[in-house]
């Protein structure tokens, strides 16, 4: 059964609220407001971009694209996976008012989502994806676009190839309208396989020529996380050239775009869902064990007509995305529950910040979850630029204390006793996260970040 509410948001969305272009002063014809992309680099860590201080060269067109937009050098995802992380952006919600937290835990219909309220505003809206599991609409991504171009395929590679020419062939069409479109870039992910894989590494040769590189299923297995440093190096080159190869068609879609004239009539917004462990964590690749800095830093970058090139230090989150471009298209948020905030004032043009937009940022997720027993193990972060904390919870079922070890849905296999416990880090000394300062006379700074936390809930 339809939801009401959410069918009476909508309605009023595109009944009441007037649709003006970016820094317009008067209504005009509704065809000229301006677009909007977004354009996802799934698994992207922001410090593997040129554009953010990286030394090697894997990122060329998106470090001159950086030239023209608003770079966010502080820009945090609010989960360490897919599905929740893009539910998080595309409502504006933490994980645990959304509750799309785990892997294959549909966001609910009565969720509005940004393509809806685009759609209810006029918008004709696509998302282009492939190979990318968690946008199975089954999941509940697709609500909202009219074209949801989604496929799987066996080896999973590569995506943004096939994606690219459909969404091109897509904007074409819909050039006169104005149109919301996601396009999806699963290249970077696990299992860094793409085709110019060995860009950074051709003289490679040994083991991994035959094995799964990251340390997930298939490849979760001990061998995973014994590797040497040359072995490492190699997989961390072929994730780069992951970002290479897609950087590449980046700039492709960006001279379509510019050659279609559409650029002067267009937002685009590219950022990354969560980042990427490269060995730093026991040698582990991949994603979704925690919510240390480098799972969960995104690539953020705004590029919009009339805005200067600037570099934003302030924290921002990707559940700001949603608030700021609607303030941008002049669509009113009132009724939405968005939990984001606008970054407008970071980067307009005469905006006045009087204090911190983000003092604090929060990513949350469900780590772990035993299916057999329903044991599971749930991280919430905050984070300020001085100080962040993450705590582990745990949630027991009624005979846990008989639980000696469980395998977790992510193929972890998990020891008692199962502790609930506190991380603290002082980001100024230990930027990397290594040294756990919690339980070691920092109380003060603990129930403070603790309390702040609990006002999220």
Known sequence: ???????????????LIPVLPLYAQSPVDP????????????TLRPDHLGCYGYGRNTSPRIDAISGQGVLFKNAFAQSNFTLASHASLFTSKYAHSHNADRIERRLADEEITIAEVLKANGYKTAAFIHNAQQFDPKFGLNQGFETYDFAVEANRRPSIEKTLPACL??????????????????????????????????????????????TWPPGFHTRNLKRTKQEARHIIAH????????DSYVGKFFDHLKGAGLLNKTILVFFSDHGEILGERKKFFGHGLSLHDEEVRAALLFCLP?????TVEEQAQLVDIMPTVLELLRIDTKGLGLEGKSLVKTFLPGSAIDEEINEYVYAGCLSGESEDNGLTDTQAMIRSRSWKLITHTWGFPADHKNIKSVQMHNGAIITAPFRNRIELYDLRKDPREINNLAGRGYADIENMLLSK????F
């Open 239 to 246: 994730y780069d050239a992951g970002i290479r190869y897609t």
């Open 453 to 456: 936390l609990l006002e999220l």
């Open 169 to 214: 062939k897509w904007i074409t069409r819909h050039k006169n309208e104005r149109f919301f479109v996601f396009l999806h870039a699963n290249d970077i992910h696990e299992p860094y396989h793409c085709p110019d894989e060995d860009y950074f590494d051709e003289g490679y040769h040994g083991r991994l020529d035959q094995e799964y590189m990251a």
């Open 306 to 310: 009339q805005a200067k090139q600037q």
């Open 1 to 15: 059964m339809p939801d009401c509410r959410k069918i009476l948001s909508l309605f009023l969305l595109s009944s």
């Open 31 to 42: 065809a000229s407001g301006y677009n909007l992309i977004f354009i996802c680099l799934d």
